[in-house]
């Protein structure tokens, strides 16, 4: 698999429920955040989580990272229908690159 | 909350018509980044900037694109001769540090006809 890549690629779930995504990546990392972008628009930062940290909240939103796996989850507690969006992992590399590489996606719908 | 702003929201271009990008990022962060999204596919790195010049650029970054920033608070994507393929979604994001969370606008909707 390619840098960060997300699975599932696409999950449907009832308002109320939680909602995890995984990410998966290949090379030692900086840090790994998670994005969101509803159909056609911007991409707005969730969360950042270093590569010294294992759990980070923000909200309803928890995420993991597995440094010895090479993954991170990120979970979504009590969904809304607002929270219907892709979610998408970027991962800083460790080698000096200054760019984030995105994976391609968890495309989460939520039924109300 | 401050925000990365880009402009124009859309844009439709005739093949081989040069385009600017424009994107004011916030005020304080010092590191700027192009990136596009082709409809339905993966958000891609273009380029990276830093104290007045590019740190890092992608393979897709050839020399028909170019970056600048004109003034302290601007900064531009130019692609020279437009393609088809060109056709993209083009974010503009800026962090105050380089492995720090990076603010993405809202993008530029490029249409190449």
């Known amino acids: 698999s390619q840098q960060g890549e997300e699975d599932p690629q696409a999950l449907s779930i009832q308002e109320g429920e939680n909602a995890t995504m995984n990410c998966s990546y290949k090379?030692?990392?900086?840090?790994l955040q998670w994005y969101r972008q509803n159909s056609g628009r911007g991409l707005v930062h969730l969360i950042l989580?270093?590569?010294?940290?294992r759990e980070k909240h923000s909200g309803r939103l928890r995420v993991t990272l597995d440094t010895s796996k090479k993954s991170s989850s990120l979970l979504i507690t009590a969904s809304r229908a607002a929270d219907t969006a892709s979610y998408f992992c970027?991962?800083?590399?460790?080698?000096?690159?200054?760019?984030?590489?995105f994976g391609s996606g968890t495309r989460l719908q939520v039924q109300p | 909350e401050p925000e990365v702003t880009q402009t124009p929201s859309h844009q439709v271009t005739q093949m081989g018509q040069e385009v600017i990008l424009r994107c004011v990022p916030i005020?304080?962060?010092?590191?700027f980044y192009w990136y596009r999204q082709i409809l339905g596919q993966k958000v891609e790195f273009l380029v990276s900037?830093?104290?007045?010049?590019?740190?890092?650029k992608s393979e897709i970054f050839d020399d028909q694109f170019s970056v600048e920033r004109p003034d302290g608070s601007n900064f531009t994507l130019k692609i020279r001769s437009t393609k088809l393929e060109d056709s993209a979604m083009y974010f503009c994001?800026?962090?105050?540090?380089?492995?720090?969370?990076?603010?993405f606008g809202q993008g530029t909707r490029l249409t190449v006809v």
């Open positions: 994001a800026s962090s105050d540090r380089g492995w720090t969370e990076a603010f």
């Open positions: 090379t030692s990392i900086n840090n």
């Open positions: 989580i270093r590569s010294n940290e």
């Open positions: 970027a991962t800083d590399m460790d080698t000096g690159r200054r760019a984030l590489t």
């Open positions: 005020s304080n962060h010092l590191y």
């Open positions: 900037f830093y104290n007045n010049e590019i740190s890092e």
